[in-house]
């Protein structure tokens, strides 16, 4: 009898989840393993799949206070209806993504068996510059969605974040790192580039500051003094934050913001290093896969994700979040000499490997 996995998600638009999700999904429909996703809103699909992997959109809108007070709910009654009317209230695996999701699918009729997987660090990102009482509302209503549920993070660190940040339940607490296509990644570094300098540092991802923490990038670059250019890719609100922070910094005229672009590999596969200033990640994707591309990365060490990637020798660049004058150090260093990276020190996370890891979730008893 085949198997049957079904994914919930916000959206499978930009951003780190859903490439998750696509790997994932991949992985197992290769397997023969059947695969559903349904996304909660009608977010244009970013990510092409095949067609035997079966996309559908359950979709709510309020249209007034009152709907949008309840909008978790009906959301989620909406989802029962669907799920009923196509016979997937039994998958063998149910695993929901992002927090929109986690909120409609704890009020489903699947909730007992679904499995939540968590992507950001908790205490930030829940959190951020919350105090006094809101901050304790804030804790209250985390720790209500997920006690008593089964949670998957993506690092060690959201794991115990969960624990110690909000007094969630360890017990049903899980973390497996996330999947990367580490074969089709380094094909696709291969494609030949020519909108960049020939030597440069390199940034992906969201352009924003509130976790990616622009200010902080920008400010060890020009106080590292290298003349080595820093190339960004990506978009978001920070754009023009970056764009006037150069400027006052003088060192405009070496910052390239290429936008966004369908293929990052080549562009990590040429860097000089690849660079994360974050205060706050999850798992970051974009440490593993400049690594698949055996490029080397400079990276805070912000919890939660880095630390977990950037081990052995290559927690020699990891710098503490208060040290931004060991933050210029490291680009100096890298920019005189490129260290070399094995070509198997991401292999475990592949994303063979790690799937298997949620195949495993299908023999737990809830």
């Not at 196509?86 to 999701?101: E, I, R």
């Not at 023009?240 to 910094?249: A, N, V, W």
Request: glycine share 4%; proline share 4%.
């Amino acid at each position: 009898m085949t198997r049957h996995v079904l994914f919930v998600t916000d959206h499978m638009n930009a951003g780190g989840a859903p490439v998750v999700i696509r790997d994932l999904a991949l992985t197992l429909d290769e397997q023969g393993i059947k695969v559903t996703i349904v996304i909660l809103s009608d977010e244009i699909l970013s990510h092409r799949l095949p067609d035997s992997i079966q996309i559908h959109h359950v979709l709510f809108k309020h249209s007034t206070w009152w709907q949008r007070h309840h909008r978790y709910n009906l959301h989620a009654k909406a989802l029962d209806n669907w799920l009923e009317k196509n016979s997937m209230l039994s998958p063998d695996l149910t695993v929901a993504h992002l927090h929109y999701s986690h909120q409609v699918v704890s009020r489903s009729k699947i909730k007992k068996d679904a499995w939540y997987c968590i992507h950001s660090n908790p205490s930030l990102s829940f959190l951020g510059n919350k105090k006094g009482l809101s901050k304790h509302i804030k804790k209250n209503k985390v720790k209500d969605l997920y006690s008593n549920k089964n949670i998957i993070g993506v690092s060690s660190g959201v794991k115990l974040s969960l624990i110690k940040k909000f007094g969630v339940n360890g017990d049903n607490i899980i973390h497996i790192h996330n999947p990367v296509d580490i074969e089709k990644i380094r094909t696709l570094s291969n494609e030949t580039i020519s909108d960049t300098p020939e030597k440069y540092f390199l940034f992906v991802g969201r352009l924003e500051q509130r976790s990616k923490r622009f200010d902080r990038l920008l400010q060890a670059y020009s106080d590292s003094q290298i003349k080595t250019p820093l190339v960004i890719i990506g978009e978001g609100d920070a754009k023009q934050l970056i764009t006037e922070h150069s400027k006052r910094l003088n060192i405009a005229e070496r910052v390239f913001l290429l936008g966004a672009r369908n293929n990052p590999y080549p562009y990590m596969k040429n860097a000089q290093a690849l660079i994360l200033s974050s205060d706050y990640e999850g798992f970051p994707l974009v440490i593993v896969e400049a690594l698949a591309c055996q490029t080397p990365v400079i990276s805070t060490n912000c919890p939660t994700g880095p630390e977990e990637i950037l081990t052995g020798s290559l927690s020699h660049y990891l710098v503490p979040l208060d040290k931004p004058d060991l933050f210029a150090k490291k680009l100096r260093e890298v920019n005189d000499l490129r260290p070399y990276i094995a070509d198997d020190v991401v292999s475990h996370l592949d994303r063979k490997h790690v799937t298997a890891r949620y195949l495993e979730l299908m023999h737990t008893d809830n």
